[in-house]
T-cell receptor, first 113, second 110 residues
Framework: EAQVTQNPRYLITVTGKKLTVTCSQNMNHEYMSWYRQDPGLGLRQIYYSMNVEVTDKGDVPEGYKVSRKEKRNFPLILESPSPNQTSLYFC????????????FGQGTRLTVV | AQSVSQHNHHVILSEAASLELGCNYSYGGTVNLFWYVQYPGQHLQLLLKYFSGDPLVKGIKGFEAEFIKSKFSFNLRKPSVQWSDTAEYFCAARDDKIIFGKGTRLHILP
Protein backbone atom coordinates (compact mmCIF):
# COMPACT_ATOMS: atom_id res chain seq x y z
CA GLU A 1 0.00 0.00 0.00
CA ALA A 2 1.33 3.42 -0.99
CA GLN A 3 1.88 5.52 2.08
CA VAL A 4 3.80 8.23 3.85
CA THR A 5 4.62 7.33 7.45
CA GLN A 6 5.46 9.86 10.14
CA ASN A 7 6.62 9.20 13.65
CA PRO A 8 5.77 10.02 16.32
CA ARG A 9 2.10 11.01 15.96
CA TYR A 10 2.14 12.99 19.17
CA LEU A 11 5.05 14.56 21.03
CA ILE A 12 5.31 16.81 24.04
CA THR A 13 8.77 18.17 24.74
CA VAL A 14 10.51 20.96 26.61
CA THR A 15 12.13 24.06 25.21
CA GLY A 16 15.64 23.44 23.93
CA LYS A 17 15.57 19.65 23.82
CA LYS A 18 16.53 18.48 20.35
CA LEU A 19 14.02 16.27 18.56
CA THR A 20 13.57 14.53 15.23
CA VAL A 21 10.35 13.69 13.45
CA THR A 22 10.81 10.91 10.94
CA CYS A 23 9.11 10.62 7.57
CA SER A 24 9.30 7.69 5.19
CA GLN A 25 7.57 7.01 1.87
CA ASN A 26 7.35 3.77 -0.08
CA MET A 27 6.43 5.19 -3.50
CA ASN A 28 9.95 5.98 -4.76
CA HIS A 29 9.02 9.65 -4.99
CA GLU A 30 11.77 12.14 -5.69
CA TYR A 31 10.07 15.14 -4.12
CA MET A 32 9.38 15.35 -0.38
CA SER A 33 8.40 18.24 1.82
CA TRP A 34 7.45 19.29 5.33
CA TYR A 35 4.56 21.54 6.26
CA ARG A 36 3.26 22.99 9.46
CA GLN A 37 -0.43 23.61 9.94
CA ASP A 38 -1.62 26.35 12.26
CA PRO A 39 -5.19 27.63 12.80
CA GLY A 40 -6.05 30.38 10.36
CA LEU A 41 -2.75 30.05 8.51
CA GLY A 42 -3.35 26.88 6.52
CA LEU A 43 -0.32 24.82 5.54
CA ARG A 44 3.04 26.47 5.22
CA GLN A 45 6.01 24.73 3.70
CA ILE A 46 9.06 24.43 5.95
CA TYR A 47 11.58 22.61 3.74
CA TYR A 48 11.49 20.53 0.61
CA SER A 49 13.76 18.12 -1.18
CA MET A 50 13.84 17.44 -4.90
CA ASN A 51 16.02 14.37 -4.56
CA VAL A 52 18.68 12.70 -2.46
CA GLU A 53 21.12 15.24 -1.01
CA VAL A 54 19.10 18.12 -2.49
CA THR A 55 17.15 20.21 0.04
CA ASP A 56 15.88 23.78 0.04
CA LYS A 57 14.06 26.20 2.28
CA GLY A 58 10.34 26.65 2.05
CA ASP A 59 8.37 29.58 3.42
CA VAL A 60 9.04 29.11 7.14
CA PRO A 61 12.41 27.34 7.57
CA GLU A 62 13.68 29.15 10.69
CA GLY A 63 14.37 26.80 13.57
CA TYR A 64 14.26 23.64 11.46
CA LYS A 65 16.71 21.40 9.66
CA VAL A 66 16.21 18.49 7.29
CA SER A 67 18.32 15.86 5.61
CA ARG A 68 17.82 13.57 2.63
CA LYS A 69 20.41 10.82 2.70
CA GLU A 70 18.09 8.25 1.17
CA LYS A 71 15.25 8.65 -1.26
CA ARG A 72 12.60 7.23 1.05
CA ASN A 73 13.43 9.18 4.24
CA PHE A 74 13.15 12.88 5.00
CA PRO A 75 13.50 13.62 8.73
CA LEU A 76 12.66 16.99 10.25
CA ILE A 77 15.03 18.14 12.99
CA LEU A 78 14.38 20.77 15.63
CA GLU A 79 17.76 21.48 17.20
CA SER A 80 16.39 23.72 19.95
CA PRO A 81 12.59 23.69 19.94
CA SER A 82 10.69 26.71 21.16
CA PRO A 83 7.02 27.13 22.12
CA ASN A 84 6.26 28.90 18.82
CA GLN A 85 7.03 25.62 17.07
CA THR A 86 4.03 24.01 18.72
CA SER A 87 2.05 22.94 15.70
CA LEU A 88 0.74 20.11 13.57
CA TYR A 89 3.35 18.88 11.12
CA PHE A 90 2.80 17.01 7.89
CA CYS A 91 5.26 15.29 5.64
CA UNK A 92 4.34 14.90 1.97
CA UNK A 93 5.81 13.28 -1.12
CA UNK A 94 5.30 13.67 -4.86
CA UNK A 95 6.41 11.83 -7.95
CA UNK A 96 8.32 14.84 -9.24
CA UNK A 97 8.60 18.53 -8.73
CA UNK A 98 5.68 19.74 -10.82
CA UNK A 99 2.61 17.79 -11.76
CA UNK A 100 1.19 15.12 -9.56
CA UNK A 101 -0.60 15.54 -6.29
CA UNK A 102 1.05 15.31 -2.90
CA UNK A 103 0.54 12.31 -0.63
CA PHE A 104 0.48 13.22 3.04
CA GLY A 105 1.54 11.49 6.20
CA GLN A 106 -0.81 11.19 9.17
CA GLY A 107 0.65 14.22 10.91
CA THR A 108 2.67 14.84 14.07
CA ARG A 109 1.18 17.01 16.75
CA LEU A 110 4.07 18.67 18.55
CA THR A 111 3.76 20.62 21.80
CA VAL A 112 6.77 22.50 23.12
CA VAL A 113 6.44 23.68 26.72
CA ALA B 1 3.79 36.45 -6.04
CA GLN B 2 2.13 33.07 -6.34
CA SER B 3 -0.84 32.72 -4.03
CA VAL B 4 -4.05 30.80 -3.41
CA SER B 5 -7.06 32.47 -1.80
CA GLN B 6 -10.06 30.77 -0.31
CA HIS B 7 -13.02 33.06 0.12
CA ASN B 8 -14.68 31.55 3.16
CA HIS B 9 -12.95 30.59 6.36
CA HIS B 10 -15.96 28.94 7.95
CA VAL B 11 -19.14 27.67 6.30
CA ILE B 12 -22.15 26.18 8.08
CA LEU B 13 -24.81 24.33 6.09
CA SER B 14 -27.68 21.99 6.74
CA GLU B 15 -27.70 18.49 5.30
CA ALA B 16 -28.89 18.34 1.68
CA ALA B 17 -27.91 21.95 1.02
CA SER B 18 -25.76 22.71 -1.99
CA LEU B 19 -22.15 23.68 -1.47
CA GLU B 20 -19.77 25.95 -3.30
CA LEU B 21 -16.37 26.85 -1.87
CA GLY B 22 -14.44 29.54 -3.65
CA CYS B 23 -10.79 29.37 -4.62
CA ASN B 24 -8.75 31.85 -6.63
CA TYR B 25 -5.14 31.49 -7.56
CA SER B 26 -2.46 33.82 -8.75
CA TYR B 27 0.05 32.10 -10.99
CA GLY B 28 1.85 33.24 -14.08
CA GLY B 29 1.94 30.14 -16.23
CA THR B 30 0.62 26.61 -16.43
CA VAL B 31 -0.78 25.55 -13.13
CA ASN B 32 -2.07 22.33 -11.64
CA LEU B 33 -4.94 22.71 -9.20
CA PHE B 34 -6.13 20.54 -6.35
CA TRP B 35 -8.70 20.30 -3.63
CA TYR B 36 -7.81 18.41 -0.49
CA VAL B 37 -10.02 17.45 2.43
CA GLN B 38 -8.98 17.01 6.04
CA TYR B 39 -11.47 15.19 8.24
CA PRO B 40 -11.22 15.88 11.98
CA GLY B 41 -8.02 14.43 13.39
CA GLN B 42 -6.84 13.10 10.06
CA HIS B 43 -4.33 13.99 7.37
CA LEU B 44 -5.04 15.65 4.06
CA GLN B 45 -6.57 13.52 1.34
CA LEU B 46 -6.96 14.40 -2.31
CA LEU B 47 -10.53 15.15 -3.40
CA LEU B 48 -9.84 16.03 -7.02
CA LYS B 49 -7.27 17.55 -9.32
CA TYR B 50 -7.05 19.46 -12.57
CA PHE B 51 -4.08 19.28 -14.90
CA SER B 52 -5.53 19.92 -18.35
CA GLY B 53 -8.49 19.07 -20.60
CA ASP B 54 -12.10 19.23 -19.44
CA PRO B 55 -12.34 22.14 -16.99
CA LEU B 56 -15.09 20.41 -15.04
CA VAL B 57 -13.40 17.86 -12.85
CA LYS B 58 -15.19 15.18 -10.88
CA GLY B 59 -13.71 13.87 -7.67
CA ILE B 60 -14.55 11.46 -4.93
CA LYS B 61 -17.65 11.53 -2.72
CA GLY B 62 -19.73 13.50 -5.23
CA PHE B 63 -17.51 16.56 -5.31
CA GLU B 64 -16.64 18.44 -8.48
CA ALA B 65 -14.72 21.58 -9.35
CA GLU B 66 -14.66 23.89 -12.32
CA PHE B 67 -11.52 25.52 -13.63
CA ILE B 68 -12.30 28.95 -15.10
CA LYS B 69 -9.07 30.29 -16.54
CA SER B 70 -10.40 33.79 -17.20
CA LYS B 71 -11.35 34.17 -13.56
CA PHE B 72 -8.34 32.33 -12.13
CA SER B 73 -10.82 30.28 -10.16
CA PHE B 74 -11.24 26.65 -9.18
CA ASN B 75 -14.38 26.47 -7.06
CA LEU B 76 -15.45 23.27 -5.33
CA ARG B 77 -19.08 22.18 -5.53
CA LYS B 78 -21.36 19.48 -4.24
CA PRO B 79 -25.11 19.44 -4.99
CA SER B 80 -26.22 17.93 -1.69
CA VAL B 81 -23.96 17.79 1.35
CA GLN B 82 -24.03 15.19 4.10
CA TRP B 83 -23.14 15.38 7.76
CA SER B 84 -20.03 13.31 6.98
CA ASP B 85 -18.72 16.14 4.78
CA THR B 86 -17.87 18.09 7.91
CA ALA B 87 -14.16 18.76 7.44
CA GLU B 88 -11.63 21.37 6.46
CA TYR B 89 -11.09 21.90 2.73
CA PHE B 90 -7.92 23.19 1.15
CA CYS B 91 -7.43 24.48 -2.33
CA ALA B 92 -3.89 24.16 -3.68
CA ALA B 93 -1.98 25.10 -6.79
CA ARG B 94 1.40 24.12 -8.11
CA ASP B 95 3.75 24.73 -10.94
CA ASP B 96 7.13 24.67 -9.28
CA LYS B 97 6.02 24.03 -5.73
CA ILE B 98 2.63 23.49 -4.19
CA ILE B 99 0.95 26.35 -2.35
CA PHE B 100 -2.13 25.90 -0.19
CA GLY B 101 -4.94 28.25 0.62
CA LYS B 102 -5.70 28.91 4.28
CA GLY B 103 -8.53 26.42 4.29
CA THR B 104 -12.31 26.50 4.75
CA ARG B 105 -13.90 24.80 7.72
CA LEU B 106 -17.19 23.24 6.65
CA HIS B 107 -19.67 22.30 9.33
CA ILE B 108 -22.78 20.36 8.31
CA LEU B 109 -25.74 20.43 10.66
CA PRO B 110 -27.62 17.12 10.88
Amino acid sequence: EAQVTQNPRYLITVTGKKLTVTCSQNMNHEYMSWYRQDPGLGLRQIYYSMNVEVTDKGDVPEGYKVSRKEKRNFPLILESPSPNQTSLYFCASNEHRGGTEAFFGQGTRLTVV
Amino acid sequence: AQSVSQHNHHVILSEAASLELGCNYSYGGTVNLFWYVQYPGQHLQLLLKYFSGDPLVKGIKGFEAEFIKSKFSFNLRKPSVQWSDTAEYFCAARDDKIIFGKGTRLHILP
